[in-house]
């Protein structure tokens, strides 16, 4: 039997390409999308042949509608099927009522919500009994502890209803949808060493930026056959930023 087949959007860096590495030491054969940086999602297709595993890199923007509507086929045609989908690729707006823009707000819609909507049903129709399907979205889709960030934790916050709600649809079927909400995790995205570093620990039980393997670790649970009874769940790793 062939092996079973995974795509994280995004990646190419950071926390997804973290969970690429991690599905792929678990067994999967991986699809990566990237928007800009091919030389980095050359990276880490090598990292997961060089674990024995088939990889595909596809530039993808998220926020396009019909890339989205494309990723799944390509993805079903070069492997001939899909097993999970992780959507991780996402925009971080960082602005007030003073300073965001319209143009901000519709890029991050489209990119943080519409492209999981859409990628996650043509993933749903691609994908049998255990299929997975695992949403990043944040902590600060439960907690907003500072200002200027109303954009971003909205379109988070919105995917836990998504998930809930697709969960109804696709329990009957066996596959399951789950968001994962990191806390500060470390990356170019958000460094530890950045200027929301202090801050962002000082909301923290834990108070220390987390690991991309933090992430990848809770992701390779939920893709995995022991989560089968995991759906419609909003699981945090974020150092108790939502205690
Ligand atoms: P990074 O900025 O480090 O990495 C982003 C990845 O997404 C890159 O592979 C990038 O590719 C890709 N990407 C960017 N835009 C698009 C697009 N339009 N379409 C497809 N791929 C795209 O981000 P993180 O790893 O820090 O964050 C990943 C996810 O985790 C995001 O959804 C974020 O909101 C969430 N998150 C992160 C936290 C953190 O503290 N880091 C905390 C909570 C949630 P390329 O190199 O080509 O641009």
Redesign the pocket.
């Known amino acids: 039997m062939s092996a079973p087949v995974a795509i994280v959007?995004?990646?190419?860096?950071?926390?997804?390409?973290?969970i690429a590495e991690k599905l792929a030491t678990d067994g999967f054969d991986i699809a990566?999308?990237?928007?800009?940086?091919?030389e980095?999602?050359r990276n880490i297709v090598s990292k997961i042949e060089a674990a024995g595993r088939k990889a595909l890199a596809v530039?993808?923007?998220?926020?396009?509608v019909t890339?989205n509507a494309a990723l799944v086929q390509k993805v079903v045609d070069k492997f001939g099927r899909l097993d999970a989908l992780v959507?991780?690729?996402?925009?971080?707006p960082y602005g007030g009522p003073d300073t965001i823009t319209t143009e901000d707000i519709s890029r991050t819609l489209d990119?943080?919500m519409r492209?999981v909507m859409v990628e996650s049903i043509h993933a749903a129709r691609a994908m049998q009994s255990g299929g997975r399907i695992i949403l990043?979205?944040?902590?600060?889709g439960e907690r907003v502890p500072m200002p200027g960030i109303s954009i971003?934790s909205a379109t988070?916050a919105g995917l836990v209803g998504f998930a809930k709600g697709l969960s109804r649809d696709l329990g009957p079927k066996g596959i399951t949808v789950n968001v994962v909400?990191?806390?500060?995790?470390?990356?170019?995205?958000?460094p530890a060493d950045g200027p929301a570093g202090d801050a962002?620990r000082s909301v923290l039980a834990i108070p220390k930026?987390?690991e991309?393997a933090d992430?990848a670790d809770l992701v390779s649970f939920l893709a995995s056959d022991r989560s089968s009874y995991i759906t419609g769940a909003a699981l945090s790793v974020?150092g108790g930023l939502t205690a």
Do not use: H, M
């Open positions: 959007t995004g990646g190419s860096r950071g926390i997804g390409a973290a990566i999308t990237y928007a800009r940086n091919a980095a999602a530039q993808s923007d998220s926020g396009n890339d959507c991780n690729a996402g925009a971080y990119l943080n492209g990043i979205g944040s902590a600060f971003y988070k909400q990191p806390g500060p995790i470390d990356t170019e995205l958000n962002l930026y987390g991309v992430v974020d």
